[in-house]
Protein backbone atom coordinates (compact mmCIF):
# COMPACT_ATOMS: atom_id res chain seq x y z
CA UNK A 1 0.00 0.00 0.00
CA UNK A 2 1.60 3.55 -1.27
CA UNK A 3 -0.04 6.34 0.66
CA UNK A 4 1.40 10.08 -0.83
CA UNK A 5 -0.09 13.12 1.30
CA UNK A 6 -0.51 16.85 -0.62
CA UNK A 7 -2.40 19.88 -0.05
CA UNK A 8 -0.27 22.03 3.23
CA UNK A 9 0.97 24.66 3.03
CA UNK A 10 0.76 28.35 4.55
CA UNK A 11 -2.16 29.85 5.74
CA UNK A 12 -3.47 32.32 8.72
CA UNK A 13 -4.97 31.74 11.95
CA UNK A 14 -8.70 31.04 11.21
CA UNK A 15 -8.19 29.83 7.45
CA UNK A 16 -8.51 26.19 6.32
CA UNK A 17 -7.00 23.72 4.37
CA UNK A 18 -7.93 20.34 2.61
CA UNK A 19 -5.17 17.77 2.74
CA UNK A 20 -5.20 15.26 -0.01
CA UNK A 21 -4.14 11.59 0.90
CA UNK A 22 -4.02 9.79 -2.52
CA UNK A 23 -3.76 5.49 -1.66
CA UNK A 24 -2.67 3.03 -4.41
CA UNK A 25 -1.63 -0.72 -4.03
CA UNK A 26 -2.84 -3.65 -2.78
CA UNK A 27 -5.57 -2.01 -0.68
CA UNK A 28 -8.10 -4.91 -0.38
CA UNK A 29 -7.12 -5.61 3.40
CA UNK A 30 -7.26 -1.88 4.06
CA UNK A 31 -10.54 -0.74 5.94
CA UNK A 32 -9.38 2.09 8.60
CA UNK A 33 -7.47 5.70 6.90
CA UNK A 34 -6.20 7.91 9.64
CA UNK A 35 -4.09 11.10 9.62
CA UNK A 36 -1.33 11.98 12.72
CA UNK A 37 0.98 15.12 12.97
CA UNK A 38 3.86 15.94 14.33
CA UNK A 39 4.89 19.36 15.29
CA UNK A 40 8.52 20.35 16.17
CA UNK A 41 9.83 18.78 19.06
CA UNK A 42 7.25 17.04 19.31
CA UNK A 43 5.98 13.34 19.00
CA UNK A 44 3.55 12.71 16.70
CA UNK A 45 -0.25 12.55 17.91
CA UNK A 46 -3.38 11.37 16.54
CA UNK A 47 -5.70 13.84 14.56
CA UNK A 48 -8.49 11.89 13.24
CA UNK A 49 -9.01 8.63 11.19
CA UNK A 50 -12.48 6.70 9.89
CA UNK A 51 -13.47 3.70 8.40
CA UNK A 52 -13.40 3.27 4.45
CA UNK A 53 -17.20 3.76 4.47
CA UNK A 54 -17.43 6.47 6.59
CA UNK A 55 -19.33 4.35 9.35
CA UNK A 56 -17.23 5.29 11.97
CA UNK A 57 -14.87 8.08 12.58
CA UNK A 58 -12.51 9.39 15.10
CA UNK A 59 -10.78 12.90 16.30
CA UNK A 60 -8.76 14.00 18.44
CA UNK A 61 -10.08 16.31 21.36
CA UNK A 62 -8.23 18.90 20.17
CA UNK A 63 -9.69 19.39 16.42
CA UNK A 64 -12.81 17.91 17.17
CA UNK A 65 -15.43 20.61 15.59
CA UNK A 66 -12.82 22.06 13.32
CA UNK A 67 -11.67 19.32 10.98
CA UNK A 68 -13.11 16.29 9.16
CA UNK A 69 -11.88 13.32 7.63
CA UNK A 70 -13.66 11.95 4.58
CA UNK A 71 -13.01 8.88 1.88
CA UNK A 72 -13.86 8.89 -1.49
CA UNK A 73 -13.46 4.90 -2.70
CA UNK A 74 -14.14 5.38 -6.44
CA UNK A 75 -11.07 7.69 -6.26
CA UNK A 76 -9.08 6.11 -4.08
CA UNK A 77 -8.61 9.94 -1.71
CA UNK A 78 -8.71 10.33 1.77
CA UNK A 79 -9.10 14.13 3.21
CA UNK A 80 -8.96 16.20 6.45
CA UNK A 81 -10.88 19.34 5.72
CA UNK A 82 -9.01 21.71 8.41
CA UNK A 83 -10.83 25.19 9.50
CA UNK A 84 -11.07 27.63 11.75
CA UNK A 85 -6.91 26.63 12.26
CA UNK A 86 -4.66 27.56 14.89
CA UNK A 87 -1.22 28.09 15.35
CA UNK A 88 -1.08 25.14 17.18
CA UNK A 89 -2.19 23.04 14.23
CA UNK A 90 1.27 23.65 13.00
CA UNK A 91 2.99 20.00 12.16
CA UNK A 92 3.65 17.82 9.06
CA UNK A 93 0.43 15.99 8.58
CA UNK A 94 0.87 12.06 7.55
CA UNK A 95 -1.81 9.98 6.37
CA UNK A 96 -1.83 6.18 7.51
CA UNK A 97 -3.84 3.28 6.96
CA UNK A 98 -4.15 -0.29 8.11
CA UNK A 99 -6.89 -3.08 8.21
CA UNK A 100 -7.95 -2.76 11.93
CA UNK A 101 -8.68 0.67 13.18
CA UNK A 102 -7.05 -0.21 16.33
CA UNK A 103 -3.85 -0.63 14.65
CA UNK A 104 -4.58 3.14 12.65
CA UNK A 105 -5.57 5.24 15.68
CA UNK A 106 -2.51 3.62 18.03
CA UNK A 107 -0.13 4.55 15.68
CA UNK A 108 1.09 1.42 14.73
CA UNK A 109 -0.25 0.66 10.58
CA UNK A 110 3.20 -0.09 8.19
CA UNK A 111 1.65 1.83 6.21
CA UNK A 112 2.62 5.81 6.12
CA UNK A 113 2.41 8.43 3.49
CA UNK A 114 5.64 11.04 3.68
CA UNK A 115 3.74 14.01 5.16
CA UNK A 116 2.80 17.28 4.46
CA UNK A 117 3.66 20.87 6.18
CA UNK A 118 1.09 22.93 7.54
CA UNK A 119 2.00 26.26 9.03
CA UNK A 120 -0.27 28.44 10.51
CA UNK A 121 0.62 31.81 11.21
CA UNK A 122 -0.94 34.27 13.94
Known amino acids: VQLQASGGGLVQAGGSLRLSCAVS????????FGWFRQAPGKEREFVAA????????YYADSVKGRFAISIDNAKNMVYLQMNSLEPGDTAIYYC????????????????WGQGTLVTVSS
Open 96 to 111: TADGNPYVVLDGRSDY
Open 50 to 57: STSTGSST
Open 25 to 32: GRTFAIDT
